[in-house]
């Protein structure tokens, strides 16, 4: 058979799809550091008074330090006046005396612990609890209440002779221990300067107001102040994803005209897919897939999609420079666990074609720069 044909072919070759897209990542990366803060406010003491004669006035220094966004610890100076009060037969009957109580104390950063380190947010709100001594002293206005109620009730009885209408009276200097809890918000300013709101109860045991009740003594501190940070509270750090399209094929136009062909169908050779590789990031302390991010699992997905024979390999891991091993290793497995719950849920790949593992802050970490072993790193092939 004898077959005359042209054949005019125009090849257009493109060296792939285009140029690589690349994305700035800004984060902020948390330093340790030293703050100091100075606080005045008011004290209410507990007793069966009204809030006016029981209040006094209050104030605190305190030096801490931030180990991680999360946690820290102070030491806290407080210190002013306490008052007492009793009512008996009629007669209202006030006194006040001085104090300082040294603390140590325990800071949790509840904003960072439930919603990730954030240095631009308005608000923190830390839990504070700690312990310390309470140093009292100058209590003669007690005892001269004391006194003049033992005359008067008492007189020359002598079978009352020892009797204090002031039960737990005391004089000279009395330390007791206390134990304190509470809260504070505070209000960003500058990146180092903080104006917060602090409320505190304090427990002592019974006797610090000089009566006998049977039951722990208290009293409550409201304080405003300023917090100041004498160093960086963070680092920024801008990071550059390359995400890199896959390789396109070269296009090629042609124009064909038979005059007479009579020949059968080729065989298509099932040619095998090459791997794709999609690395997801996240933020610090984070596994929320963010939904720049998300287009890379959608990548993964439409891939095993046209490829049914296909299984993917996700891989979390963390910033060993960032948490505690035992956090880090959790974080990374959340991540990839994260990626593989959007391929399944979003995507409909069932569990069985992936693999999911865990590397924590291994030393063997996928990159240089430890902002971006933030990652789930996905393998399909």
Same mark, same amino acid.
């Given at each position: 058979?004898?077959?005359?044909?042209?054949?005019?072919?125009?090849?257009?070759?493109?060296?792939?799809?285009?140029?690589?897209?690349?994305?700035?990542?800004?984060?902020?990366?948390?330093?340790?550091?030293?703050?100091?803060?100075?606080?005045? +406010? =008011?004290? @209410?003491?507990?007793?069966?008074?009204?809030?006016?004669?029981?209040?006094?006035?209050?104030?605190?220094?305190?030096?801490?330090?931030?180990?991680?966004?999360?946690?820290?610890?102070?030491?806290?100076?407080?210190?002013?006046?306490?008052? +007492?009060?009793?009512?008996? /037969?009629?007669?209202?009957?006030?006194?006040?005396?001085?104090?300082?109580?040294?603390? &140590?104390?325990?800071?949790?950063?509840? !904003?960072?612990?439930?919603?990730?380190?954030?240095?631009?947010?308005?608000?923190?709100?830390?839990?504070?609890?700690?312990?310390?001594?309470?140093?009292?002293?100058?209590?003669?206005?007690?005892?001269?209440?004391?006194?003049?109620?033992?005359?008067?009730?008492?007189?020359?009885?002598?079978?009352?002779?020892?009797?204090? *209408?002031?039960?737990?009276?005391?004089?000279?200097?009395?330390?007791?221990?206390?134990?304190?809890?509470?809260?504070?918000?505070?209000?960003?300013?500058?990146?180092?300067?903080?104006? +917060?709101?602090?409320?505190? $109860?304090? &427990?002592?045991?019974?006797?610090?107001?000089?009566?006998?009740?049977?039951?722990? #003594?208290?009293?409550?501190?409201?304080?405003?102040?300023?917090?100041?940070?004498?160093?960086?509270?963070? /680092?920024?750090?801008?990071?550059?994803?390359?995400?890199?399209? &896959?390789?396109?094929?070269?296009?090629?136009?042609?124009?064909?005209?038979?005059?007479?062909?009579?020949? *059968?169908?080729?065989?298509?050779?099932?040619?095998?897919? /090459?791997?794709?590789?999609?690395?997801?990031?996240?933020?610090?302390?984070?596994?929320?897939?963010?939904?720049?991010?998300?287009?890379?699992?959608?990548?993964?997905?439409?891939?095993?999609?046209?490829?049914?024979?296909?299984?993917?390999?996700? !891989?979390?891991?963390? #910033?060993?420079?960032?948490?505690?091993? $035992?956090?880090?290793?959790?974080?990374?497995?959340?991540? $990839?666990?994260?990626?593989?719950? =959007?391929?399944?849920?979003?995507?409909?790949?069932?569990?069985?074609?992936?693999?999911?593992?865990?590397?924590?802050? @291994?030393? #063997?970490?996928?990159?240089?720069?430890? &902002?971006?072993?933030?990652?789930?790193?996905?393998?399909?092939?």
């Amino acid at each position: 058979m004898k077959l005359n044909k042209i054949l005019l072919t125009a090849s257009i070759l493109f060296g792939g799809l285009c140029a690589s897209a690349q994305e700035e990542v800004t984060e902020y990366v948390f330093q340790p550091h030293w703050y100091g803060q100075a606080q005045f +406010g =008011a004290q @209410e003491t507990l007793g069966e008074g009204p809030f006016d004669i029981l209040a006094g006035p209050n104030a605190q220094l305190a030096v801490g330090y931030n180990f991680n966004p999360y946690i820290g610890a102070r030491i806290a100076v407080n210190s002013w006046r306490s008052r +007492g009060t009793s009512l008996i /037969e009629n007669n209202r009957y006030k006194w006040h005396w001085t104090y300082i109580a040294p603390t &140590v104390d325990a800071v949790f950063n509840v !904003t960072n612990i439930l919603g990730g380190f954030n240095p631009t947010r308005l608000v923190d709100v830390n839990l504070i609890a700690g312990i310390g001594a309470n140093i009292a002293w100058d209590n003669g206005e007690a005892n001269a209440v004391n006194n003049y109620l033992k005359q008067t009730l008492v007189g020359d009885n002598q079978q009352w002779a020892g009797y204090n *209408p002031l039960q737990n009276i005391w004089d000279g200097t009395k330390t007791r221990f206390v134990g304190q809890f509470g809260f504070d918000v505070n209000f960003n300013v500058t990146d180092r300067l903080q104006v +917060g709101l602090e409320l505190m $109860a304090n &427990v002592l045991n019974d006797g610090y107001n000089s009566k006998k009740a049977g039951n722990a #003594d208290w009293y409550f501190n409201g304080l405003v102040g300023v917090k100041y940070a004498f160093g960086p509270k963070y /680092e920024k750090v801008t990071r550059v994803i390359d995400n890199t399209p &896959v390789p396109c094929e070269p296009t090629i136009i042609e124009k064909e005209v038979v005059k007479y062909v009579e020949v *059968p169908a080729p065989v298509e050779e099932k040619k095998q897919a /090459e791997a794709i590789r999609r690395d997801v990031f996240f933020k610090i302390s984070n596994t929320t897939i963010s939904t720049q991010e998300m287009t890379k699992v959608a990548a993964i997905a439409d891939y095993m999609n046209a490829h049914p024979d296909s299984k993917v390999t996700i !891989t979390g891991y963390a #910033d060993k420079g960032t948490g505690t091993r $035992a956090i880090n290793l959790r974080l990374s497995a959340q991540r $990839a666990q994260a990626v593989a719950n =959007a391929l399944r849920t979003k995507y409909g790949i069932a569990s069985s074609r992936m693999i999911v593992k865990s590397m924590g802050e @291994e030393e #063997d970490q996928p990159y240089p720069d430890p &902002v971006q072993n933030r990652v789930a790193i996905c393998i399909a092939e």
